[in-house]
């Protein structure tokens, strides 16, 4: 069997601070290879300082360890992009081109690139939003994934670089703090309930979106990855849904164990970005080509977030 050798790029993140630990238990610690602008002292195994803006940089690592998949999570996301509009396209792009140029020259096996809901415009059906509804997105973040999905199509079509990727919805899990993205309410919420501190929500309290539990949205792009070639029939990115609520919704799931806890509204910029992605999306080219299925809804995952985020004790987080 040929040996893997991964690089994650981006691993500080919510996503990769937790993706890596579970590539590490499947392909084990020396082979999988994490790096990041800032060292992370809480990873076990190999890590690179990069910064994927640089090309050669990142060519050298990919040289330097024998590397066979790439799994691309360094971005600005959505909220924060909206600060600094050209910083996050540049940033966004030219990392993903480089990964993409670099792949093709070192022959890499298989490249993850993480999309988004935020692809989607405010003219997209609200409900089960199509895979192959067109694309309009309102925020430089949601256009650099739409780029960045074609991207991914074009070096399949020309180069026959296998790159995968899903649209992830808002991903909620325990293992770190929000990281700037408009779904991160759904996080913070929750360190909010175990501080006993008030929540203030930004967005409306019915504005529904797509949402995820972090083991859910690692253990898909686990799959995804896993999947036979020849299953793979979406090469821009796949929907992906997990569950869909309001903060209304989640607040109320939360006084289930809390009766105390409140929420109240601030409303800013961020509920027009939300206003403009679906409520829940179709899935079904998913569940086809690679099987996938959901395991958590909204009230399981409330009950393991606060447990988890107890053990870590709650009192230690910054409110």
Same mark, same amino acid.
């Given at each position: 069997? %040929?040996? #893997?050798?991964?690089?994650?790029?981006?691993?500080?993140?919510?996503? *990769?601070?937790?993706?890596?630990?579970?590539?590490?238990?499947?392909?084990? #610690?020396?082979?999988?290879? $994490?790096?990041?602008?800032?060292?992370?002292?809480? !990873?076990? *195994?190999?890590?690179?300082?990069?910064?994927? =803006? @640089?090309?050669?940089?990142?060519? @050298?690592?990919?040289?330097?360890?024998?590397?066979?998949?790439?799994?691309?999570?360094?971005?600005?996301?959505?909220?924060?992009?909206?600060?600094?509009?050209?910083? $996050?396209?540049?940033?966004?792009?030219?990392?993903?081109?480089?990964?993409?140029?670099?792949? $093709?020259?070192?022959?890499? @096996?298989?490249? !993850? !690139?993480?999309?988004?809901?935020?692809?989607?415009?405010?003219?997209?059906?609200?409900?089960? =939003?199509?895979?192959?509804?067109?694309? =309009?997105?309102?925020?430089?973040?949601?256009?650099?994934?739409?780029? *960045?999905?074609?991207?991914?199509?074009?070096?399949?079509?020309?180069?026959?670089?296998?790159?995968?990727?899903?649209?992830?919805?808002?991903?909620?899990?325990?293992?770190?703090?929000?990281?700037?993205?408009?779904?991160?309410?759904?996080?913070?919420?929750?360190?909010?309930?175990?501080?006993?501190?008030?929540?203030?929500?930004?967005?409306?309290?019915?504005?529904?979106?797509?949402?995820?539990?972090?083991?859910?949205?690692?253990?898909?792009?686990?799959?995804?990855?896993?999947?036979? %070639?020849?299953?793979?029939?979406?090469?821009?990115?796949?929907?992906?849904?997990?569950?869909?609520?309001?903060?209304?919704?989640?607040?109320?799931?939360?006084?289930?164990?809390?009766?105390?806890?409140?929420?109240?509204?601030?409303? @800013?910029?961020?509920?027009?970005?939300?206003?403009?992605?679906?409520?829940? =999306?179709?899935?079904?080219?998913?569940?086809?080509?690679?099987?996938?299925?959901?395991?958590?809804?909204?009230?399981?995952?409330?009950?393991?977030?606060?447990? #988890?985020?107890?053990?870590?004790?709650?009192?230690?987080?910054?409110?």
């Amino acid at each position: 069997m %040929k040996k #893997e050798n991964l690089l994650i790029t981006g691993a500080n993140g919510q996503m *990769g601070s937790v993706l890596v630990k579970e590539l590490q238990k499947i392909y084990g #610690e020396d082979h999988v290879i $994490t790096s990041d602008i800032r060292t992370n002292e809480n !990873f076990n *195994g190999i890590f690179e300082i990069l910064d994927v =803006t @640089d090309g050669n940089k990142l060519n @050298d690592l990919v040289k330097k360890h024998q590397i066979t998949q790439i799994y691309h999570l360094a971005a600005i996301l959505s909220a924060s992009g909206e600060l600094n509009p050209i910083q $996050t396209w540049d940033v966004n792009m030219k990392t993903f081109l480089n990964i993409l140029e670099v792949s $093709t020259v070192n022959a890499i @096996d298989k490249v !993850f !690139f993480p999309s988004s809901i935020a692809v989607f415009g405010k003219n997209a059906p609200k409900i089960k =939003t199509p895979q192959d509804f067109v694309l =309009t997105p309102s925020t430089v973040y949601g256009m650099s994934k739409v780029a *960045g999905e074609n991207w991914a199509q074009y070096y399949f079509k020309k180069h026959k670089l296998d790159v995968r990727s899903l649209r992830y919805p808002g991903v909620i899990g325990h293992q770190s703090l929000p990281g700037g993205g408009t779904t991160d309410y759904a996080v913070d919420i929750y360190h909010k309930a175990l501080a006993k501190v008030d929540f203030e929500c930004y967005l409306k309290n019915d504005r529904t979106l797509p949402m995820i539990y972090m083991e859910d949205a690692i253990r898909a792009t686990v799959e995804l990855m896993m999947a036979p %070639k020849e299953n793979i029939n979406v090469r821009t990115a796949y929907n992906l849904s997990g569950m869909s609520f309001s903060p209304e919704e989640i607040a109320t799931s939360i006084q289930k164990i809390y009766p105390k806890f409140k929420i109240k509204y601030k409303i @800013d910029f961020r509920d027009e970005i939300a206003s403009s992605w679906p409520s829940s =999306t179709d899935d079904s080219s998913a569940k086809k080509d690679w099987s996938w299925k959901p395991h958590f809804d909204i009230d399981q995952m409330t009950e393991i977030m606060i447990t #988890e985020l107890k053990s870590t004790n709650s009192k230690n987080i910054k409110v």
